[in-house]
Structure formats: structure tokens, C-alpha cells
């Protein structure tokens, strides 16, 4: 592995988790959005990550198919015949060890790439002596 392959990888994978990060974040924004006669309730995304020669990439964005968390709520307009309100099927904490996650992952990548880029610097270094 080339010290620019280093570098390129320690991108991907930076660019991979500020999208997983993202979409955790819209995940946990849209946590009690309801379904409303017209509309379905937010589903949780999920993103694929895929790993190749240079790193890795974010393969596609997934739909959650659990199913939404049916609450009873008779006097509330959105419903059902039962007495039944559809949230969203997020689990907000589910979502935030997630997000821990990738931050973890997001900050070993940035210091990787910052460890590529002093060996570069280095080697420069040595060069011009």
C-alpha cells in the first residue's frame, strides 16, 4: 500500500461515514413523525457500505421494512377505526449508538489520514536535506 492509497482510503471511508452520520441524523429528526391519511409515516434509512480497492463506498440507501410501532391514542385525529397512531419504526436509541458508531469510525479515519499525511511530510523532509 502507497502512502496515496492510504490517503484515498482514509477519504472513502470519511466521505462513507459523514453519510452514514447524515442519514442517522435524519433517522433520529423524523423519529415521531406520525402517519397521516395521505401520507405513510417516516421509515428508517439504513446505509450499505461496500468495500474495493480503494477503500470503501457507499453502495445504496435502504429503507427499514420493520414495522411501525402502532400506539394507542383514541382521541388523537390521526386514528385508525382501532384507536391505533403509526409512528415511525426509529428507535431513538438504537439510532444514537449508531451515531456513536460512526463517529468513532468518522475519527479513526481522520486520524489515519492525518498519520499518512506526517509520514508524507516526513519523507519530504528528508529529501530536501
Do not use: C, W
Not at 106 to 111: D, F, K, L, R, S
Amino acid at each position: 500500500m502507497t502512502i496515496n492509497s492510504a490517503l484515498r482510503s482514509s477519504g472513502s471511508g470519511l466521505h462513507a461515514e459523514r453519510m452514514r452520520m447524515d442519514v442517522i441524523s435524519a433517522n433520529i429528526a423524523n423519529a415521531n413523525s406520525v402517519r397521516t391519511p395521505g401520507q405513510e409515516a417516516y421509515k428508517r434509512r439504513i446505509v450499505v457500505l461496500e468495500a474495493n480497492d480503494e477503500g470503501v463506498k457507499v453502495q445504496r440507501l435502504i429503507e427499514d421494512e420493520a414495522p411501525l410501532r402502532a400506539v394507542p391514542e383514541p382521541d388523537n385525529p390521526f386514528a385508525d377505526e382501532n384507536g391505533l397512531v403509526y409512528y415511525s419504526n426509529v428507535n431513538p436509541i438504537y439510532e444514537m449508538v449508531n451515531l456513536m458508531s460512526a463517529t468513532r469510525a468518522y475519527e479513526a479515519n481522520v486520524a489515519a489520514f492525518n498519520a499518512s499525511k506526517s509520514m508524507l511530510q516526513s519523507a519530504l523532509a528528508i529529501g530536501r536535506v
